[in-house]
């Protein structure tokens, strides 16, 4: 597989500095432009504030990027000819010449590939709602299962069924960990309902459960839930009307497979007058702040 990668990724990678990998797929299909483009520059603005090269990864007419130039960035964010890539993907994406945007598997597969060890998402997929009937799990558990890297997320998507996404991950062995929570959180909410997370109090603390766990063999990844900051959550109560509301227009509308998550989040972020995507922008951020402590804590 060949990669470009950015000249201060480069540098990091060879000096053994901090680097945050970040994906391109909640930038091209989670959010709308120009909203998108701002947010990505914001976490990748914060990364160099902080000290973290940032490596955003993409796929552009079927070669492979970890960490974009400003212009690369700008054309992820609006051109429509960019499609979401999984793991799955990520050879007919090369093969065929795609210009891609990485979900959180093929991100965890490149980032891994050239060394990365930390990368900070929105939210994870999962188990959708009505999986016993469609089948439809994220290829995002399936790579956390395989993939030994730390993935900082606000919980996995509130679209999705969460008690049942928690049993699957149990079931693939990826070890959880609540940031300052024993509850799991839900995405837009800070309260699932769930409990019994391990919860960790420190960015050394997940440093070195990682590190426990490379040393122990376990090739599996580490995922830390981070909940969305209080002043910008929307309340359980609140988006799990809206939630079902866009589920069964999904339904209706006969969405499924890969378009069903962009679908959703932008039905939600219609039906709640965008307070949803400022909620993602939020929590997103939120992680990358958390990725970037980790990503020292490792380096
Ligand atoms: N987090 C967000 N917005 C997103 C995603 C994550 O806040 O759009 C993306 C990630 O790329 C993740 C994907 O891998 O949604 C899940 O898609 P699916 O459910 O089809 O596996
Ligand atoms: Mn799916």
């Not at 980032?111 to 290829?139: C, K, L, W």
């Not at 006969?254 to 939020?282: C, M, Q, V, W, Y």
Request: proline share 4%; aromatic share 4%.
């Amino acid at each position: 597989m060949k990669i470009h990668t950015s000249r201060d990724v480069q540098l990091a990678l060879k000096a053994g500095h901090p680097i945050l990998a970040l994906e391109s797929t909640i930038i091209a299909h989670g959010m709308p432009f120009p909203d998108n483009l701002k947010f990505a520059q914001r976490g990748e603005a914060l990364c160099r504030e902080r000290g973290v090269t940032p490596a955003t990864v993409a796929i552009i007419n079927g070669e492979i990027y970890v960490g974009l130039e400003e212009n690369l960035l700008k054309f992820i964010a609006e051109d429509d000819s960019v499609r979401k890539t999984s793991r799955r993907e990520l050879g007919i994406a090369i093969a065929e010449k795609w210009h891609g945007a990485t979900t959180v598997s093929s991100t965890m597969h490149i980032a891994h590939q050239v060394g990365i060890s930390v990368f900070a998402t929105g939210g994870i997929g999962g188990v959708h709602r009505g999986a016993e009937y469609s089948f439809d799990v994220s290829q995002d558990l399936s790579a956390l299962a395989e993939i030994p890297m730390v993935v900082v997320s606000a919980g996995a998507k509130a679209i999705l069924d969460l008690p049942q996404t928690i049993e699957m991950m149990e079931t693939l062995g990826i070890s959880i960990l609540g940031y300052k929570t024993g509850e799991f959180p839900a995405f837009y909410s800070r309260e699932s309902g769930i409990l019994g997370i391990h919860s960790v109090g420190s960015d050394h603390e997940i440093a070195n459960i990682y590190k426990a766990n490379i040393s122990s063999g376990i090739s599996s990844a580490v995922l830390v839930a981070n909940p969305v900051p209080e002043k910008n959550e929307i309340p359980i109560q609140e988006i799990e009307s809206i939630i079902n509301a866009s589920c069964k227009a999904a339904v209706t509308q006969n969405i499924k497979g890969k378009d069903l998550t962009p679908f959703l989040l932008k039905d939600i972020l219609g039906k709640t007058s965008g307070r949803s995507l400022e909620t993602n922008r939020a929590l997103a951020i939120n992680n990358i702040k958390l990725g970037i402590s980790v990503a020292k804590e490792l380096a």
